[in-house]
């Protein structure tokens, strides 16, 4: 039941990060709740263990329930019988002391232990604190209470006792159920690989665990199995569904010789294949680790939650031994022990730690489940406020790209090009170096008319401008992209024109024809019902960019170079955060300077992002529905915190003034946990739920 | 005190309404029984853990209203003002079970303690069983808050406690018949069943209310019911305050 990759200062059950003290022996947990959850769930599969530890929770709450009727019948009593005889009320309340007694015992039993190694823990890492006090808390109510039984007089607080263990032990183990549950979606991502393989060596097949395979290992797949690591096809052909990696919902015909990602599904063929990426290095794995980084890494409001709860322990020690200190001294031992205890069961620091992790966790994980990954969860916040949506065109607002016609020019035969086919063949050979829509284009152009791409050397891209390589034949320099950067005259037309140059002259030029997205419409009119401006930013002629803008009811700006785009989103940043969405790969630097840069289709290789959002499934209408989770998150935030500290505000001094009595004090927090709880798993189960329904 | 057989039947009327939430717990618990006999004990343990819960709810609630008339005498009228604070509870409760009043946003949203004890529904163990129904009394349920309100309008102990185990009772039967048959009665007779426990539980909250407002008005606690006959003798009065 590991959650991702739990780094060394990862609480084992959950996956948060473990504050203060570095990695020790054994299992490390954030909190109470993980070290009980984690026994609910160590042994997977074993339903006895996860019986016995709620039915443990079970009896101690049934016990603590009995400890308060007769804790209740004491308090009454006096009303009742008001005018009793003195040996009868002695009697009674002997037996009122000694049944409370009787029903506390298995509490401490069966709750003790957990708390026990709690603060046990904390003392081990040097970090003594709320987990120690409520332990010595509860010992002291215990005591006291024991003391008076025996001596037959004064108060018991058998149910103080009972009820903060009962409540600590639920509380911690409610939070640690929904902690767990919110990064559930990360999990299930992880749980498509194998935890064995077939590996195929001289011996035969072997099944072996998946972390012992190595680089170069021979692995047989089989149809409907997960692809286990980054691999290359040895012998075999099998339809191949990439969805988990790429989004891409068609399957890929894939055979010898091809590489396959971990994580795809292989439909319907036996395949022998030789693994190119060690187990953990593959590309579901990266892909999971970046968004589990984020999560991991959390949010600047988030460190800031995390730094003043950070004070806000040691303050909570301090008032609670300030109040013991202090009441003791006015109204005796019992009442200094109640309050100081009551003071840390209040403030047990759930709700504000909590508060903004959970969130995160969940709007992630909800993300990813949708195929969107989110690399950066500030990013996440920050769209909630965005006001400015900029779009890049080709590629993002409009989908593919065809070559609608081929003009060679008077040069072209000088230049060794005889005919349309030659020329399209070297314009091929600069393309298939680039992932541009119009450089997919020429390729799809030269395989439909059956021309083999020129082979050049040193190809390089220049973002924005277009491709360079230079020719084996003579070693001209080639260029295709666009007229500004080719020196041919800039063309405005109705088409997007690329100019193909050698040795700096223009031997011909592509036209090319594009189609909006289908999605492209209403998203642009979803997000303008949100209130957001939205801006075409791209390097495209005027005719073209004002024509998509004004379909999409967009402002346009055309002819921009990459720094041009920068220096238009730091311009636009005046009115509220400004997100661009673009194509993962030349936009780049415009993605990376925008509040949040959403990619869309960034394809598998993480390295290669520069955006904080990955739409994978390259669908536009995703982007909606993310700023609507962006929103529901960023609001449920607010409100834990909100909710945070205006109960801490209130309940702390009240506490330290002895008004609030343990066992109220922990319904309060646990009415608390289940409000940030609750509200956070929300987001995790229905955030956006209408949105996409209405997909 | 309010007169019980009213509580009974808001209690088994006004299951009929809950079974949305704990029906299915009972199913869960009726799927994984073997055969008929085994089952009525199991759902007769987690209906006794349920009542259990309900006694202590009843019992806390009893005990903190007579706190809260003790510590407020001269200030408010604290019983009054809970009867007037349950009654609306009830009203509003059985409009939205009746469809008058609409529920705003998603109701019943995501409980992280509902799944929780799957496992003790699962087991066959009776004690399992008992356990499941002592945490299915906690869930939260607006019926159960009006009802745990009422108790605490009765400022005693174990007028509380006999509050909840009256109206715990009469959930019981609802709840057994969806744990063994599942579907003892057809859709329509549910939905008439359905509608008959809203306007119970409105009932049960008007009498409340007018019982409040009769003691806010008057000073003294009303004796019995207003709506059924003249009952003098019921008034208790180890009830009385101090």
Same mark, same amino acid.
């Given at each position: 039941?590991?959650?991702?990759?739990?780094?060394?200062?990862?609480?084992?059950?959950?996956?948060?990060?473990?504050?203060?003290?570095?990695?020790?022996?054994?299992?490390?947990?954030?909190?109470?709740?993980?070290?009980?959850?984690?026994?609910?769930?160590?042994?997977?599969?074993?339903?006895?263990?996860?019986?016995?530890?709620?039915?443990?929770?079970?009896?101690?709450?049934?016990?603590?329930?009995?400890?308060?009727?007769?804790?209740?019948?004491?308090?009454?009593?006096?009303?009742?019988?008001?005018?009793?005889?003195?040996?009868?009320?002695?009697?009674?309340?002997?037996?009122?002391?000694?049944?409370?007694?009787?029903?506390?015992?298995?509490?401490?039993?069966?709750?003790?232990?957990?708390?026990?190694?709690?603060?046990?823990?904390?003392?081990?890492?040097?970090?003594?604190?709320?987990?120690?006090?409520?332990?010595?808390?509860?010992?002291?109510?215990?005591?006291?209470?024991?003391?008076?039984?025996?001596?037959?007089?004064?108060?018991?607080?058998?149910?103080?006792?009972?009820?903060?263990?009962?409540?600590?032990?639920?509380?911690?183990?409610?939070?640690?159920?929904?902690?767990?549950?919110?990064?559930?979606?990360?999990?299930?991502?992880?749980?498509?690989?194998?935890?064995?393989?077939?590996?195929?060596?001289?011996?035969?097949?072997?099944?072996?665990?998946?972390?012992?395979?190595?680089?170069?290992?021979?692995?047989?797949?089989?149809?409907?199995?997960?692809?286990?690591?980054?691999?290359?096809?040895?012998?075999?052909?099998?339809?191949?569904?990439?969805?988990?990696?790429?989004?891409?919902?068609?399957?890929?015909?894939?055979?010898?010789?091809?590489?396959?990602?971990?994580?795809?599904?292989?439909?319907?063929?036996?395949?022998?294949?030789?693994?190119?990426?060690?187990?953990?290095?593959?590309?579901?794995?990266?892909?999971?680790?970046?968004?589990?980084?984020?999560?991991?890494?959390?949010?600047?409001?988030?460190?800031?939650?995390?730094?003043?709860?950070?004070?806000?322990?040691?303050?909570?020690?301090?008032?609670?031994?300030?109040?013991?200190?202090?009441?003791?001294?006015?109204?005796?031992?019992?009442?200094?022990?109640?309050?100081?205890?009551?003071?840390?069961?209040?403030?047990?620091?759930?709700?504000?730690?909590?508060?903004?992790?959970?969130?995160?966790?969940?709007?992630?994980?909800?993300?990813?489940?949708?195929?969107?990954?989110?690399?950066?969860?500030?990013?996440?916040?920050?769209?909630?406020?965005?006001?400015?949506?900029?779009?890049?065109?080709?590629?993002?607002?409009?989908?593919?790209?065809?070559?609608?016609?081929?003009?060679?020019?008077?040069?072209?035969?000088?230049?060794?090009?005889?005919?349309?086919?030659?020329?399209?063949?070297?314009?091929?050979?600069?393309?298939?170096?680039?992932?541009?829509?119009?450089?997919?284009?020429?390729?799809?152009?030269?395989?439909?008319?059956?021309?083999?791409?020129?082979?050049?050397?040193?190809?390089?891209?220049?973002?924005?401008?277009?491709?360079?390589?230079?020719?084996?034949?003579?070693?001209?320099?080639?260029?295709?992209?666009?007229?500004?950067?080719?020196?041919?005259?800039?063309?405005?037309?109705?088409?997007?024109?690329?100019?193909?140059?050698?040795?700096?002259?223009?031997?011909?030029?592509?036209?090319?024809?594009?189609?909006?997205?289908?999605?492209?419409?209403?998203?642009?009119?979803?997000?303008?019902?949100?209130?957001?401006?939205?801006?075409?930013?791209?390097?495209?002629?005027?005719?073209?960019?004002?024509?998509?803008?004004?379909?999409?009811?967009?402002?346009?700006?055309?002819?921009?170079?990459?720094?041009?785009?920068?220096?238009?989103?730091?311009?636009?940043?005046?009115?509220?955060?400004?997100?661009?969405?673009?194509?993962?790969?030349?936009?780049?630097?415009?993605?990376?300077?925008?509040?949040?840069?959403?990619?869309?289709?960034?394809?598998?290789?993480?390295?290669?992002?520069?955006?904080?959002?990955?739409?994978?499934?390259?669908?536009?209408?995703?982007?909606?529905?993310?700023?609507?989770?962006?929103?529901?998150?960023?609001?449920?935030?607010?409100?834990?915190?909100?909710?945070?500290?205006?109960?801490?505000?209130?309940?702390?001094?009240?506490?330290?003034?002895?008004?609030?009595?343990?066992?109220?004090?922990?319904?309060?927090?646990?009415?608390?946990?289940?409000?940030?709880?609750?509200?956070?798993?929300?987001?995790?189960?229905?955030?956006?739920?209408?949105?996409?329904?209405?997909? | 005190?309010?007169?019980?057989?009213?509580?009974?039947?808001?209690?088994?009327?006004?299951?009929?309404?809950?079974?949305?939430?704990?029906?299915?717990?009972?199913?869960?618990?009726?799927?994984?029984?073997?055969?008929?006999?085994?089952?009525?004990?199991?759902?007769?343990?987690?209906?006794?853990?349920?009542?259990?819960?309900?006694?202590?709810?009843?019992?806390?609630?009893?005990?903190?209203?007579?706190?809260?008339?003790?510590?407020?005498? @001269?200030? !408010?009228?604290?019983? =009054? #003002? /809970? &009867?007037?604070?349950?009654? +609306?509870?009830?009203?509003?409760? *059985? $409009?939205?079970?009746?469809?008058?009043?609409?529920?705003?946003?998603?109701?019943?949203?995501?409980?992280? @303690?509902? !799944?929780?004890?799957? =496992? #003790? /529904? &699962?087991?066959?163990?009776? +004690?399992?069983?008992?356990?499941? *129904? $002592?945490?299915?009394?906690?869930?939260?349920?607006?019926?159960?808050?009006?009802?745990?309100?009422?108790?605490?309008?009765?400022?005693?102990?174990?007028?509380?406690?006999?509050?909840?185990?009256?109206?715990?009772?009469?959930?019981?039967?609802?709840?057994?018949?969806?744990?063994?048959?599942?579907?003892?009665?057809?859709?329509?007779?549910?939905?008439?069943?359905?509608?008959?426990?809203?306007?119970?539980?409105?009932?049960?909250?008007?009498?409340?209310?007018?019982?409040?407002?009769?003691?806010?008005?008057?000073?003294?606690?009303?004796?019995?019911?207003?709506?059924?006959?003249?009952?003098?003798?019921?008034?208790?009065?180890?009830?009385?305050?101090?």
């Amino acid at each position: 039941m590991l959650p991702p990759s739990a780094a060394p200062s990862d609480c084992d059950y959950c996956g948060l990060p473990v504050a203060g003290g570095t990695a020790g022996d054994g299992p490390r947990y954030c909190c109470l709740g993980c070290r009980f959850a984690a026994g609910i769930t160590a042994a997977r599969g074993d339903d006895g263990e996860a019986r016995w530890m709620m039915a443990r929770l079970g009896l101690a709450l049934f016990f603590t329930m009995n400890v308060m009727v007769f804790t209740m019948v004491l308090w009454s009593a006096p009303e009742a019988d008001p005018a009793g005889s003195a040996a009868a009320a002695r009697v009674f309340y002997d037996l009122a002391r000694h049944a409370c007694l009787l029903f506390s015992a298995p509490v401490v039993l069966l709750l003790g232990g957990p708390l026990l190694a709690e603060a046990a823990d904390e003392v081990r890492r040097g970090r003594g604190g709320v987990g120690l006090l409520l332990m010595l808390g509860v010992g002291a109510a215990l005591a006291i209470s024991v003391r008076a039984t025996w001596a037959g007089e004064g108060h018991v607080y058998f149910e103080v006792a009972c009820t903060v263990l009962v409540a600590v032990t639920l509380g911690r183990w409610l939070e640690a159920s929904g902690k767990l549950r919110t990064t559930e979606a990360l999990r299930s991502l992880r749980s498509l690989l194998p935890d064995t393989v077939r590996r195929v060596d001289g011996a035969g097949e072997t099944r072996v665990a998946l972390a012992s395979v190595a680089l170069g290992d021979m692995l047989r797949v089989l149809p409907g199995e997960h692809v286990p690591t980054d691999a290359r096809i040895v012998t075999g052909r099998a339809a191949i569904d990439e969805r988990a990696v790429t989004g891409e919902s068609e399957p890929v015909e894939k055979g010898q010789g091809d590489g396959l990602w971990s994580g795809s599904l292989d439909l319907d063929g036996e395949l022998l294949v030789e693994v190119v990426a060690p187990p953990g290095a593959g590309t579901l794995e990266r892909l999971i680790d970046a968004v589990t980084d984020a999560a991991r890494r959390g949010s600047r409001r988030q460190r800031l939650a995390g730094t003043i709860a950070a004070w806000f322990l040691p303050l909570v020690v301090v008032v609670a031994l300030g109040s013991l200190a202090f009441h003791w001294h006015r109204r005796g031992p019992a009442a200094g022990v109640l309050a100081g205890l009551a003071v840390v069961v209040v403030a047990c620091p759930c709700a504000l730690g909590l508060a903004t992790p959970l969130v995160l966790w969940a709007a992630i994980g909800r993300a990813a489940r949708r195929q969107i990954l989110i690399r950066d969860g500030d990013a996440l916040f920050r769209l909630a406020r965005a006001r400015t949506f900029c779009f890049d065109k080709t590629g993002t607002l409009t989908t593919g790209s065809r070559v609608e016609g081929v003009e060679r020019a008077a040069a072209a035969a000088r230049h060794g090009l005889a005919d349309d086919a030659a020329l399209v063949s070297l314009a091929a050979g600069l393309a298939t170096g680039s992932t541009h829509v119009h450089a997919r284009a020429v390729v799809d152009e030269a395989r439909r008319r059956g021309c083999v791409p020129v082979a050049l050397a040193e190809v390089r891209t220049f973002p924005g401008r277009g491709v360079e390589g230079r020719r084996g034949a003579d070693a001209a320099p080639v260029r295709l992209g666009s007229g500004t950067w080719t020196g041919d005259a800039p063309a405005d037309g109705p088409c997007a024109v690329s100019t193909l140059c050698v040795a700096g002259t223009v031997v011909g030029r592509l036209r090319f024809a594009e189609t909006v997205r289908p999605e492209a419409a209403a998203t642009a009119a979803a997000l303008a019902a949100r209130g957001a401006r939205l801006v075409v930013l791209s390097g495209d002629r005027r005719g073209r960019v004002d024509e998509v803008a004004a379909a999409l009811g967009m402002a346009g700006e055309a002819r921009l170079l990459p720094e041009e785009k920068l220096a238009r989103i730091e311009a636009l940043r005046g009115d509220g955060g400004v997100v661009m969405i673009g194509d993962g790969i030349n936009d780049a630097p415009a993605l990376a300077a925008a509040d949040v840069g959403v990619a869309l289709g960034c394809g598998a290789d993480v390295s290669r992002w520069s955006a904080a959002v990955c739409l994978l499934r390259d669908d536009l209408s995703d982007l909606p529905w993310l700023v609507d989770l962006a929103a529901r998150s960023e609001r449920t935030v607010r409100w834990n915190l909100l909710w945070a500290f205006a109960y801490n505000a209130a309940l702390v001094p009240l506490a330290a003034a002895g008004q609030v009595h343990p066992a109220l004090a922990a319904a309060a927090m646990l009415a608390s946990s289940v409000l940030v709880v609750a509200g956070s798993l929300r987001l995790a189960d229905d955030g956006g739920a209408a949105v996409e329904e209405a997909r | 005190m309010m007169e019980w057989p009213l509580l009974v039947a808001s209690g088994m009327l006004g299951s009929a309404h809950c079974l949305g939430m704990c029906g299915p717990l009972a199913l869960a618990l009726g799927t994984a029984s073997r055969g008929w006999r085994t089952n009525v004990l199991r759902q007769s343990a987690y209906s006794a853990g349920r009542l259990f819960t309900y006694v202590v709810l009843g019992g806390i609630a009893g005990c903190a209203g007579a706190r809260a008339a003790r510590g407020l005498e @001269g200030w !408010a009228n604290v019983p =009054a #003002l /809970l &009867a007037l604070a349950a009654g +609306g509870l009830l009203v509003v409760q *059985g $409009l939205l079970a009746a469809g008058v009043l609409r529920r705003r946003g998603v109701g019943g949203g995501a409980c992280p @303690g509902g !799944a929780a004890f799957r =496992a #003790l /529904l &699962a087991s066959r163990g009776l +004690g399992d069983a008992f356990l499941a *129904g $002592l945490f299915t009394g906690l869930l939260p349920c607006g019926l159960l808050y009006g009802m745990v309100a009422l108790a605490a309008a009765t400022h005693d102990l174990p007028a509380g406690m006999l509050t909840m185990a009256a109206f715990g009772l009469g959930t019981v039967p609802a709840m057994m018949a969806a744990g063994i048959g599942g579907t003892l009665l057809g859709v329509a007779a549910r939905r008439h069943l359905h509608a008959v426990a809203a306007w119970c539980l409105v009932l049960t909250g008007c009498v409340s209310i007018v019982r409040g407002a009769g003691f806010l008005d008057l000073g003294t606690e009303p004796p019995g019911c207003p709506l059924c006959a003249p009952q003098g003798d019921a008034a208790p009065a180890a009830a009385e305050p101090g």
